[in-house]
């Protein structure tokens, strides 16, 4: 059975999975695996979910290195502001997401 606990170590296996596709520069790889797994977790935890906020700024990096620099930035303001109401504007994750940013 798949429960949402397995749910979220196979959705963390996959994400680091696009990370280390990004790291070797298989970009298109990379977001194909992102975008899946961003479907995924906004279906399983909501777009606010801290998971959630670290998979779309996964993707943002992504769409940086293909040069997609419109839509990572789109991604990355819209984290922010996310990041903001959930966790505060002095918290790490709010505070890194200023700087891809």
Same mark, same amino acid.
């Given at each position: 059975?798949? #429960?949402?606990? !397995?749910? #979220? ?10 990370? &280390? ?19 995924? !977790? ?9 998971? &959630?906020?670290?998979? &779309? #700024?996964?993707?943002?990096? #992504? ?21 903001? !109401? ?7 994750? &709010?505070? !890194? ?5």
């Amino acid at each position: 059975m798949f #429960t949402p606990c !397995r749910a #979220t170590m196979a959705l963390t296996a996959a994400n680091m999975l696009a990370v &280390t596709y990004g790291k070797q520069g298989r970009l298109a790889e990379a977001e194909e695996v992102i975008v899946w797994v961003l479907e995924a !977790r906004t279906r399983l935890n909501g777009k606010e979910h801290p998971d &959630t906020l670290v998979t &779309t #700024t996964n993707l943002a990096l #992504t769409y940086n290195a293909l040069g997609r620099l419109a839509e990572a930035e789109e991604l990355e303001v819209w984290v922010l502001e996310a990041s903001e !109401r959930v966790n505060g504007k002095e918290h790490p994750d &709010t505070l !890194r997401s200023t700087t891809n940013l």
